[in-house]
T-cell receptor, first 119, second 109 residues
Framework: GAVVSQHPSWVICKSGTSVKIECRSLDFQATTMFWYRQFPKQSLMLMAT?????????EQGVEKDKFLINHASLTLSTLTVTSAHPEDSSFYICSASPGLAETMRGTQYFGPGTRLLVL | AQRVTQPEKLLSVFKGAPVELKCNYS??????LFWYVQYSRQRLQLLLR??SRESIKGFTADLNKGETSFHLKKPFAQEEDSAMYYC???????????FGPGTRLSVLP
């Protein structure tokens, strides 16, 4: 149980285009979803936290107009990288937390990640 | 500011030897601390959390508030323990997470 999927697993796009990444909780309802970014040989950096039905909370330094997050349902969150540039190339990982109590306990189930390459 | 440090990027031990992965944190409130593990070609997964005081796969970690540490220990390392280990700090009722840089553990035969 507690499986999180991401789609696509990898994507190559041209500079200036927008890319949407989906994160789904397959067998549980996720009240909270997290989006991380991971540069090569570096740790995960939290980009934003999204609670179902409300606006995402972005970490300092993360442009909310650049990285649009939508958490429209209890099983789906999307990250859209708008007007992508080569410096946006990275590994994007989502995680989901099943319920408020589990969120408070820090329980997260991670997706497999999406590798984005912007040419 | 909240911060998690893991001083060793790479730690190599022989099979059967004890292993300790160090983690220190900085946080002014009551911390929630975790260890996550990522095996080769797999996604990140929770190994253990301090609040549960449990032992998973032979690993234990004790929160030392005086030293602001949460070191991960195992008395006898196994080859299958080879992986990337991340220490993480959660705060603000689980709405925020800070991950350490990670330590790659290599258990040699």
């Amino acid at each position: 149980g507690a499986v999180v999927s991401q789609h696509p697993s990898w994507v190559i796009c041209k500079s200036g285009t927008s890319v949407k990444i989906e994160c789904r909780s397959l067998d549980f309802q996720a009240t909270t979803m997290f989006w991380y970014r991971q540069f090569p040989k570096q740790s995960l950096m939290l980009m934003a936290t999204s609670n179902e039905g409300s606006k995402a909370t972005y970490e300092q330094g993360v442009e909310k107009d650049k990285f649009l997050i939508n958490h429209a349902s209890l099983t789906l969150s999307t990250l859209t990288v708008t007007s992508a540039h080569p410096e946006d190339s990275s590994f994007y990982i989502c995680s989901a937390s099943p319920g408020l109590a589990e969120t408070m306990r820090g329980t997260q189930y991670f997706g497999p990640g999406t590798r984005l390459l912007v040419l | 500011a909240q911060r998690v440090t893991q001083p060793e990027k790479l730690l190599s031990v022989f099979k059967g030897a004890p292993v300790e992965l160090k983690c220190n944190y900085s946080y002014s409130g009551s911390p929630e601390l975790f260890w996550y593990v990522q095996y080769s070609r797999q996604r990140l997964q929770l190994l253990l959390r301090h609040i549960s005081r449990e032992s998973i796969k032979g690993f234990t970690a004790d929160l030392n508030k005086g030293e602001t540490s949460f070191h991960l220990k195992k008395p006898f390392a196994q080859e299958e323990d080879s992986a990337m280990y991340y220490c993480a700090l959660s705060f603000n009722y689980g709405q925020n997470f800070v991950f350490g840089p990670g330590t790659r553990l290599s258990v040699l035969p």
